[in-house]
């Protein structure tokens, strides 16, 4: 087997037994650890997204490939390249898995991204309300929200908060992504709910690219 299908392999089989030692291999021949992530690791995850959805596996197999690549993910994290001190300071951003969904991989990617880029991130977990998230506005005063969801329901959750923000007269920039979310939704459905600026991000690094026009 390839070093490639290895590493997709740890992600399907949701095993860490020689993970570590193919990821340093990896990061030799990867001179961006993000590539291993968007390469292998992502295609081992899109497999598991596959099986799962045939039926070929079941919650607590999935839960083992999301143990698997947080691992790898975690792993990787000290050797992506943070930018210098004098780059901080592109303001803060609340980050949030909308209500109803467990996912978080994804969210905590855009984290590492982030963080690593200038942005300080408070990465409020999963499940979070409206009510939950509109506390922690008036806690943290942040530049920018972040909503992350996976499920077809957590793009209608998000249309949802977007409007009980706006009720609450909050107006600041929120970036949203997720595999079930598409730029027409955002354009058509969330933007309508908000008084602000609603971008939507395919993936972390798009995420971090629309956070730095942001910033500017
Ligand atoms: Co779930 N799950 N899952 N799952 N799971 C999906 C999403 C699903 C597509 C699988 C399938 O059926 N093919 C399906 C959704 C169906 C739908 O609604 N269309 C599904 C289902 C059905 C479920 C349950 C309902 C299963 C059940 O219980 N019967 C259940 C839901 C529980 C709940 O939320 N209430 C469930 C549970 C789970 C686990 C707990 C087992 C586990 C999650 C563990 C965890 O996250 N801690 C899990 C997993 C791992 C998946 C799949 C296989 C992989 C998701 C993942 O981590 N991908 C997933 C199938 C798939 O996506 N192929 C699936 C890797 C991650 C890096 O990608 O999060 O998409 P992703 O993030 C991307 C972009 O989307 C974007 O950037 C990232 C890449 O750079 N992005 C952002 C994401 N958020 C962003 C925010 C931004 C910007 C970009 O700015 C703020």
């Given at each position: 087997r390839t070093l490639e299908e290895r590493l997709a392999n740890y992600i399907i089989e949701g095993s860490k037994e020689g993970l570590y030692k193919d990821l340093d291999e990896a990061l030799v021949k990867y001179p961006d650890p993000l590539d291993i992530i968007n390469g292998p690791l992502m295609d081992g995850m899109d497999e598991v997204g596959k099986l799962f959805n045939n039926n070929e596996l079941i919650v607590a197999e999935v839960l083992q490939s999301a143990e698997a690549m947080k691992a790898a993910v975690a792993h990787l994290e000290p050797h992506m390249e943070a930018k210098e001190a004098?780059?901080?300071?592109?303001g803060k951003i609340l980050l949030a898995t909308v209500k109803g969904d467990v996912h978080d991989i994804g969210k905590n990617l855009v984290e590492i991204i982030l963080s690593n880029n200038g942005f300080q991130v408070v990465n409020l977990g999963i499940k979070v309300t409206s009510n939950e998230l509109i506390e922690a506005i008036e806690r943290e005063d942040p530049d920018y929200i972040g909503l992350s969801g996976l499920l077809v329901k957590s793009t209608q959750q998000m249309v949802i908060t977007a409007n009980d923000l706006r009720e609450r007269g909050v107006a600041i920039p929120i970036l949203v992504g997720g595999a079930a979310l598409t730029r027409k939704f955002t354009e058509t459905k969330i933007t309508k709910q908000y008084n602000g600026l609603v971008l939507y991000a395919k993936d972390a690094m798009n995420g971090l690219s629309i956070a730095n026009k942001l910033a500017k």
């Amino acid at each position: 087997r390839t070093l490639e299908e290895r590493l997709a392999n740890y992600i399907i089989e949701g095993s860490k037994e020689g993970l570590y030692k193919d990821l340093d291999e990896a990061l030799v021949k990867y001179p961006d650890p993000l590539d291993i992530i968007n390469g292998p690791l992502m295609d081992g995850m899109d497999e598991v997204g596959k099986l799962f959805n045939n039926n070929e596996l079941i919650v607590a197999e999935v839960l083992q490939s999301a143990e698997a690549m947080k691992a790898a993910v975690a792993h990787l994290e000290p050797h992506m390249e943070a930018k210098e001190a004098d780059d901080r300071g592109k303001g803060k951003i609340l980050l949030a898995t909308v209500k109803g969904d467990v996912h978080d991989i994804g969210k905590n990617l855009v984290e590492i991204i982030l963080s690593n880029n200038g942005f300080q991130v408070v990465n409020l977990g999963i499940k979070v309300t409206s009510n939950e998230l509109i506390e922690a506005i008036e806690r943290e005063d942040p530049d920018y929200i972040g909503l992350s969801g996976l499920l077809v329901k957590s793009t209608q959750q998000m249309v949802i908060t977007a409007n009980d923000l706006r009720e609450r007269g909050v107006a600041i920039p929120i970036l949203v992504g997720g595999a079930a979310l598409t730029r027409k939704f955002t354009e058509t459905k969330i933007t309508k709910q908000y008084n602000g600026l609603v971008l939507y991000a395919k993936d972390a690094m798009n995420g971090l690219s629309i956070a730095n026009k942001l910033a500017k």
